[in-house]
């Protein structure tokens, strides 16, 4: 079965400053890892998802995020933080095969103070 | 492109009463759709996967008999909280995939509170 794992609860940035959140998976296959942006009372909206082509995956609203096997991580960075960008964070894995079902990690409460 | 929308957005009823929630694909069609509860603050549990036509998977833990799942068209799905409790409230999102894809494409998540 796979997992994510996402370290942090809570981030708190500047506006400006770089964002990074982290997510690390587990996954006996290759994996497809996906970002999702969640605001309050809200769905989920795709912030960008990696498929096993290129391992730097360039998002909506300047988010990025790049697959790197040997550390099994799916980091999520944005060079500079925006007050519209404080949300609910969700990295999420699923793998060919299995049903498409997401496994979902606790999420990442981003909070950008001026 | 790639809509899901569920109605009602929030919801209120009685103990012991049950309540509908619709997912709807609006330009596309959903040969899964996927049901997820999410508590305060907290993030998505699967709760069931339907397939257009077959009765809905249900994961280990959710009652289904509490919860019903009906997927009768490519379009819609539902979701029925029979005899609903205060421990049924929660917020509750749809999403759906087409056959040929692997992403899936959620719903805006419907408020569910039981009194």
């Known amino acids: 079965a796979q997992s994510v794992t996402q370290l942090g609860s809570h981030v708190s940035v500047s506006e400006g400053a770089l964002v990074l959140l982290r997510c690390n998976y587990s996954s006996s296959v290759p994996p497809y890892l996906f970002w999702y942006v969640q605001y309050p009372n809200q769905g989920l909206q795709l912030l960008l998802k990696?498929?096993?082509?290129?391992?730097l995956v360039k998002g909506i609203n300047g988010f990025e995020a790049e697959f790197k096997k040997s550390e099994t991580s799916f980091h999520l960075t944005k060079p500079s933080a925006h007050m519209s960008d404080a949300a609910e964070y969700f990295c999420a894995v699923s793998v060919r095969g299995g049903g498409n079902k997401l496994t979902f990690g606790t999420g990442t409460q981003l909070k950008v103070e001026l | 492109g790639a809509v899901v929308s569920q109605h009602p957005s929030r919801v209120i009823c009685k103990s012991g009463t049950s309540v509908k929630i619709e997912c709807r694909s609006l330009d596309f069609q959903a040969t899964t759709m996927f049901w997820y509860r999410q508590f305060p603050k907290k993030s998505l549990m699967l709760m069931a996967t339907s397939n257009e036509g077959s009765k809905a998977t249900y994961e280990q833990g959710v009652e289904k008999d509490k919860f019903l799942i009906n997927h009768a068209s490519l379009t819609l799905s539902t979701l029925t909280v029979t005899s609903a409790h205060p421990e049924d409230s929660s917020f509750y999102i749809c999403?759906?995939?087409?056959?040929?894809?692997?992403?899936?494409?959620f719903g805006p998540g419907t408020r569910l509170t039981v009194t």
């Open positions: 999403s759906a995939r087409t056959i040929s894809s692997y992403e899936q494409y």
């Open positions: 990696y498929t096993s082509a290129a391992t």
